[in-house]
């Protein structure tokens, strides 16, 4: 990874967790704008220099948090290529359990996506990272949602299965970025996982024979 020193014994790979960790509840905590290498170095319990040994930048420790935030969601969606999970199932049943899936990793990462999607519209690679992994996300998705809508006769599976993802997953980050603008009367988040499941399974089966 550029502008980062790869750590090549286990105390070392020990620290660089503690800072990443670190790195990314502070951000989750304040947004980037409290992103400092002090505040980093506080929370981390190592000193400056410390982490200018491990990263070039702190430009370059965000792009690190950035990363492994990625590559965590890229393995929690990996359960959109096991077929077991969805063996027996019909495909308002598949989709919505897709959605469940896809709304478990914006539960679990809320605090650390929220900072990630607010940086990516105003800092183009961040923006450009954000992109790969949304496509990595919808390319399983739909190729699962399309897969159990085809064999139940949907005469266009990929494009209902495309807007399946585009419409949650639009739902779910405004949910997450930008709670106050919500309109209507609130709602917990299992609730909205719920609706936001029946409109899309109501959807799925006006598309089927």
């Known amino acids: 990874m550029a502008g980062v020193r790869t750590p090549r014994q ?13 790195a990314e509840e502070l951000l ?9 290498l002090t505040a980093v170095s506080r929370r981390a319990g190592v000193s400056n ?19 492994r935030t990625v590559e965590r969601l890229r393995h929690e969606n990996a ?3 096991e077929d077991p999970p969805w063996a027996g199932l019909g495909a308002a049943e598949v989709v919505t359990k897709a ?4 709304s478990e990793s914006f539960r679990r990462h809320t605090r650390i996506l929220r900072t990630l999607i607010l ?18 996300a919808a390319g399983r998705f739909t190729d699962r949602v399309a897969g159990a809508l085809g064999a139940e006769g949907c005469p266009e599976p990929d494009v209902v299965a495309a807007t ?13 970025t930008w709670p106050e603008q919500e309109a209507g009367p609130e709602i917990s988040w299992e609730r909205f996982v719920a609706d936001l499941s029946e409109m899309a399974s ?7 024979a």
Not at 28 to 36: M, S
């Open 10 to 22: 286990k105390r070392g790979q020990d620290t660089w967790d503690r800072l990443l960790d670190a």
């Open 28 to 36: 989750a905590d304040e947004g980037f704008e409290g992103f400092t």
């Open 49 to 67: 220099g410390a982490i200018y040994w491990r990263v070039d930048s702190m430009e370059s420790l965000y792009v690190a948090v950035h990363q």
């Open 79 to 81: 359960v959109f290529d």
């Open 99 to 102: 959605v469940h899936e896809l």
């Open 119 to 136: 940086r990516s519209g105003s800092d183009p690679a961040s923006s450009q990272r954000g992109a790969t992994a949304v496509r990595d």
């Open 164 to 176: 399946i993802f585009r419409v949650a997953f639009g739902a779910l980050v405004a949910r997450i």
């Open 202 to 208: 109501v959807y799925a089966e006006r598309h089927v």
